[in-house]
């Protein structure tokens, strides 16, 4: 249909570094197109197809279908499920968020 649904929120450090943060969404926004607007991307996934609101695994495989390995290598993918398989992701070229524990 077009649309996208996605709450998102850039960050920048003027002449530092810019970090996408996709929140939930369900498509790949548009502005990651061109991904070297971005020093580190964060993006939400599953590997269902059959939820509407969340981006699948497989969708993200298209979008980045052209992606570098470079490229790739700036996305870390979050909101993961327990049987979501990092393995596969980290061969496909992209990284894992990972939770910080502050004390």
Avoid: W
Avoid at 29 to 42: A, G, M, S, V
């Amino acid at each position: 249909n077009g649309s996208c649904n996605t709450f998102s929120i850039e960050f920048m450090l003027q002449d530092e570094f810019c970090i996408f943060y996709s929140g939930d969404t369900n498509c790949f926004h548009q502005n990651l197109t061109n991904i070297h607007n971005y020093d580190y991307i964060y993006h939400e996934v599953t590997s269902s197809n059959e939820i509407p609101v969340h981006f699948s695994y497989d969708k993200l495989l298209e979008a980045t279908k052209n992606f570098t390995k470079e490229e790739k290598g700036r996305i870390y993918l979050m909101h993961l499920e327990e049987d979501f398989d990092e393995a596969r992701a980290i061969r496909d070229g992209f990284h894992i968020a990972t939770n910080l524990l502050i004390e």
